[in-house]
Nanobody, 126 residues
Framework: VQLQASGGGLVQAGGSLKLSCEAS????????MGWFRQAPGKEREFVAH????????YYADSVKGRFTISRDNAKKMVYLQMDSLKPEDTAVYYC????????????????????WGQGTEVTVSS
């Protein structure tokens, strides 16, 4: 699986952005998908996860109620709708694929994921 993230940019606090992640590979629909982010000087952290078919979603507490993860298996796309953005959301955002299709406690950790996209930068100005 190869992943290509896009949609980042500069936005004012309170604004919205929608990130996209395009996947290649025949087995995409059977993968759990996650979004992570990494701010300057910080470790990469979990943002959201969506399971392969049931589309159960999980979010980090810091983004719950503001971000929405979704997927379109037919188009091999995963999205992250980000609303009510805050300056602390500034980071490089990465999509990742997990060959295990369902969420588990370890889905919070980068080591869970088998494939990573190149990242797209999001900057939120105050």
């Amino acid at each position: 699986v190869q992943l290509q993230a896009s949609g980042g940019g500069l936005v004012q606090a309170g604004g919205s952005l929608k990130l996209s992640c395009e996947a290649s590979g025949r087995t995409f629909s059977s993968y759990g998908m996650g979004w992570f982010r990494q701010a300057p000087g910080k470790e990469r952290e979990f943002v959201a996860h969506i399971s392969w078919a049931i589309r159960t979603t999980y979010y980090a507490d810091s983004v719950k109620g503001r971000f929405t993860i979704s997927r379109d298996n037919a188009k091999k796309m995963v999205y992250l709708q980000m609303d009510s953005l805050k300056p602390e959301d500034t980071a490089v955002y990465y999509c990742a694929a997990d060959s295990r299709p369902y969420y588990s406690g370890s889905s919070y950790y980068t080591s869970r994921y088998d494939y990573w996209g190149q990242g797209t930068e999001v900057t939120v100005s105050s």
